[in-house]
């Protein structure tokens, strides 16, 4: 059956540690320890496939128990799994730790991910789908190949470019169609892009800016509709016809943002589809089925379901 959402990306399993607090240096604390499923990719398929869409995705894992937990996770999940055994490397893991506010810091050995080749894509995945969803968290040779593939083939192509660094490939953004970083990454992509003129630029920067000025360094991207995720201040759509804030929605506690972005991607391209291409209203579809993920722990046992995004999307909207 032809996925209608091909998520190309990486799949870690998570070592979560909760505290009320980060650590000092030097300083060990009390906490409570659990482990799931994780990585950006993944947890996008899953966010996208629960949220009511029809996806694959195409990944790389070791030879070891940890890449047959991913197997295992996608079937159970209803996603059409492609995954690449990598003998020479360990299936990725990533170190969490949330403090009591929800807030989380990470360190992440990606592992089989790297390895991720051109060839490990299957192309019949390509020609099928509607959407094809990226992350540079995978080999970005691949990703890049990938992302250009898919844009000759005239799919819609989404990135979300986490994590960044500074030596950041930006030819890929020619490949892009919808991209959609955090504040963090879209500082760094100013900084890296010529075009914006402001090799500075800092994420204290981005919140002075006032919307119109915002927009005119999005549209200096050269990409045809940015959205910026700013966490409690909602997100920032630029398109070439003009521009627009989203609010989050207050209806939810927040308990662990760990799978924001991923739950907020994943669903914004589930509800491109339903809403037939209405960028505005997939955003708003997001917005409720990040709020949803973050009022649960964990990563990808947090992606909502459709069903819990629309009762909620029917009290927001």
Same mark, same amino acid.
């Given at each position: 059956?032809?996925?209608?959402?091909?998520?190309?990306?990486?799949?870690?399993?998570?070592?979560?540690?909760?505290?009320?607090?980060?650590?000092?240096?030097?300083?060990?604390?009390?906490?409570?320890?659990?482990?799931?499923?994780?990585?950006?990719?993944?947890?996008?398929?899953?966010?996208?496939?629960?949220?009511?869409?029809?996806?694959?995705?195409?990944?790389?894992?070791?030879?070891?128990?940890?890449?047959?937990?991913?197997?295992?996770?996608?079937?159970?999940?209803?996603?059409?799994?492609?995954?690449?055994?990598?003998?020479?490397?360990?299936?990725?893991?990533?170190?969490?730790?949330?403090?009591?506010?929800?807030?989380?810091?990470?360190?992440?050995?990606?592992?089989?991910?790297?390895?991720?080749?051109?060839?490990?894509?299957?192309?019949?995945?390509?020609?099928?789908?509607?959407?094809?969803?990226?992350?540079?968290?995978?080999?970005?040779?691949?990703?890049?190949?990938?992302?250009?593939? +898919?844009?000759?083939? &005239?799919? %819609?192509?989404?990135? !979300?470019?986490? =994590?960044? /660094?500074?030596? #950041?490939?930006?030819?890929?953004?020619?490949?892009?169609?919808?991209?959609?970083?955090?504040?963090?990454?879209?500082?760094?992509?100013?900084?890296?892009?010529?075009?914006?003129?402001?090799?500075?630029?800092?994420?204290?920067?981005?919140?002075?800016?006032?919307?119109?000025?915002?927009?005119?360094?999005?549209?200096?991207?050269?990409?045809?509709?940015?959205?910026?995720?700013?966490?409690?201040?909602?997100?920032?759509?630029?398109?070439?016809?003009?521009?627009?804030?989203?609010?989050?929605?207050?209806?939810?506690?927040?308990?662990?943002?760990?799978?924001?972005?991923?739950?907020?991607?994943? +669903?914004?391209?589930? &509800?491109? %589809?339903?809403?037939? !291409?209405?960028? =505005?209203? /997939?955003?708003? #579809?997001?917005?409720?089925?990040?709020?949803?993920?973050?009022?649960?722990?964990?990563?990808?046992?947090?992606?909502?379901?459709?069903?819990?995004?629309?009762?909620?999307?029917?009290?927001?909207?």
């Amino acid at each position: 059956m032809a996925a209608d959402i091909v998520v190309i990306g990486s799949y870690n399993q998570d070592f979560v540690w909760k505290a009320d607090r980060f650590p000092k240096p030097g300083e060990t604390i009390p906490g409570t320890f659990a482990t799931g499923p994780g990585g950006k990719g993944s947890n996008q398929a899953i966010a996208a496939a629960r949220s009511g869409a029809s996806t694959a995705f195409v990944g790389a894992v070791g030879n070891d128990t940890l890449g047959e937990n991913a197997q295992a996770l996608h079937k159970r999940e209803g996603i059409e799994s492609h995954l690449a055994i990598k003998t020479q490397a360990p299936t990725g893991s990533a170190a969490i730790i949330v403090d009591a506010t929800g807030q989380n810091q990470i360190i992440g050995d990606m592992g089989a991910n790297l390895e991720l080749q051109e060839a490990d894509v299957p192309e019949s995945l390509l020609r099928k789908a509607l959407i094809v969803l990226a992350q540079p968290e995978s080999n970005p040779a691949t990703i890049r190949a990938t992302l250009h593939k +898919a844009h000759e083939l &005239g799919k %819609i192509t989404i990135l !979300n470019p986490a =994590p960044i /660094a500074e030596n #950041f490939d930006i030819s890929i953004l020619n490949a892009v169609d919808i991209l959609i970083p955090n504040e963090l990454e879209f500082a760094t992509l100013v900084r890296l892009t010529p075009a914006c003129r402001n090799p500075k630029f800092s994420t204290e920067d981005l919140f002075t800016l006032n919307d119109a000025a915002l927009h005119n360094l999005c549209r200096s991207l050269g990409v045809a509709t940015v959205i910026i995720t700013l966490g409690n201040q909602g997100c920032f759509l630029s398109e070439k016809n003009g521009h627009r804030r989203f609010s989050i929605y207050h209806g939810l506690p927040v308990v662990d943002t760990t799978g924001a972005g991923d739950a907020f991607i994943g +669903a914004f391209s589930s &509800g491109l %589809i339903q809403f037939n !291409n209405n960028i =505005p209203k /997939a955003i708003q #579809f997001a917005s409720i089925a990040a709020a949803l993920a973050v009022s649960k722990s964990g990563a990808a046992a947090a992606m909502p379901k459709a069903e819990d995004i629309q009762k909620h999307l029917s009290l927001a909207f």
